[in-house]
Nanobody, 119 residues
Framework: QVQLVESGGGLVQAGGSLRLSCAAS????????MGWYRQAPGNQRELVAV???????NYADPVKGRFTISRDNAKNTVYLQMNSLKPEDTAVYVC?????????????WGQGTQVTVSS
């Protein structure tokens, strides 16, 4: 099992910045991909950014150039630096990790942290 604890959400004005953190604990030795998703009211959950254990990253088009995902494997923590925030970035941001065990993959989700961007 993997437990995820997120922090760093809050209220910020448009153009501002926030940094989200997600710390994993438990069976962390086999974690592969770590990432962030978000869900706004009335919308489906969508990918924001992911990072492999080798450091390869992938971003959703709406956040490219503004958000940066990183990870500290020694701390089993993934970060999301969000700059130039827009009101449309308002959502609950949820941390995700995938753990590999043999031929199987297990997905774990955090409880979510609210990000609100005011205009």
């Amino acid at each position: 099992q993997v437990q995820l604890v997120e922090s760093g959400g809050g209220l910020v004005q448009a153009g501002g910045s926030l940094r989200l953190s997600c710390a994993a604990s438990g069976s962390t030795s086999s974690i592969s991909v770590m990432g962030w998703y978000r869900q706004a009211p009335g919308n489906q959950r969508e990918l924001v950014a992911v990072i492999s254990n080798g450091g390869s990253t992938n971003y959703a088009d709406p956040v490219k150039g503004r958000f940066t995902i990183s990870r500290d494997n020694a701390k089993n923590t993934v970060y999301l630096q969000m700059n130039s925030l827009k009101p449309e970035d308002t959502a609950v941001y949820v941390c995700h990790v995938r753990r590999l065990q043999g031929a199987f993959a297990f997905d774990y989700w955090g409880q979510g942290t609210q990000v609100t961007v005011s205009s």
